[in-house]
């Protein structure tokens, strides 16, 4: 069975310092991999997605960047934290078959910008 | 592009009482829906789908939803909350034929009151 994994579970960090978030998918190959923000009364935001290694599609201009090294590993990283980029982060994959898109999410990572 | 609407931000409800959560979509071509649910601090967990056939559709604990073309709706229903029902749901929706994004709505708390 495919699982997906996220780390750290919560982080607090002071503004301007680095930020690293890993999301790693078990059971599955070639996933499309997603990056969304949690804010309190704003839904989901997707940030970036990923539909292969090295390909990155950004969906929301900011501080934030993404990178996928390997087929099932995803990282969202930032030189420089904002108070703004405060929120729950989660990470999602589907799997490549045409015609449908459900997604599954994993356990996300709260981060705290002080 | 599609777009989704759910129109309460949070519905308090007496445990063993009836609920609907109200989801309306905008979309230019056929589409896939989805419900999800998220546990405080966790991440979301898929509810149930429609994707084609039957219009109806059903989760393992007691929810159901119903696909509304015309009215281009996907309300979910449960004829009698528990406690542990209380939580986000989050209705989403992509369209049907290839990889594509999923939109998601900003989402409902539902509290059921004891």
């Known amino acids: 069975s495919q699982t997906i994994h996220q780390w750290p579970a919560t982080l607090v960090q002071p503004v301007g310092s680095p930020l690293s978030l890993e999301c790693t998918v078990e059971?599955?190959?070639?996933?499309?991999l997603y990056w969304y923000r949690q804010a309190a009364g704003r839904g989901l935001q997707l940030l970036f997605y990923s539909v292969g290694i090295g390909q990155i599609s950004s969906e929301v201009p900011q501080n934030l960047s993404a990178s996928r090294p390997q087929d099932r590993q995803f990282i969202l990283s930032s030189k420089k934290l904002l108070l703004s980029d405060s929120g729950f982060y989660l990470c999602?994959?589907?799997?490549?078959?045409?015609?449908?898109?459900?997604?599954?999410f994993g356990p996300g990572t709260r981060l705290t910008v002080l | 592009a599609q777009s989704v609407t759910q129109l309460d931000s949070q519905v308090p409800v007496f445990e063993e009482a009836p609920v609907e959560l109200r989801c309306n979509y905008s979309s230019s071509v056929s589409v896939y829906l989805f419900w999800y649910v998220q546990y405080p601090n966790q991440g979301l967990q898929l509810l149930l789908k429609y994707l084609s056939g039957s219009t109806l559709v059903e989760s393992i604990n007691g929810f159901e939803a119903e696909f509304n073309k015309s009215q281009t709706s996907f309300h979910l229903r449960k004829p009698s909350v528990h406690i542990s029902d209380t939580a986000e749901y989050f209705c989403?929706?992509?369209?049907?034929?290839?990889?594509?994004?999923?939109?998601f709505g900003i989402g409902t708390k539902l509290q059921v009151i004891p």
């Open positions: 989403a929706v992509t369209p049907s034929g290839g990889y594509q994004k999923v939109t």
């Open positions: 999602a994959w589907s799997g490549r078959v045409r015609g449908h898109n459900e997604q599954f």
């Open positions: 059971g599955t190959s070639n996933p499309n």
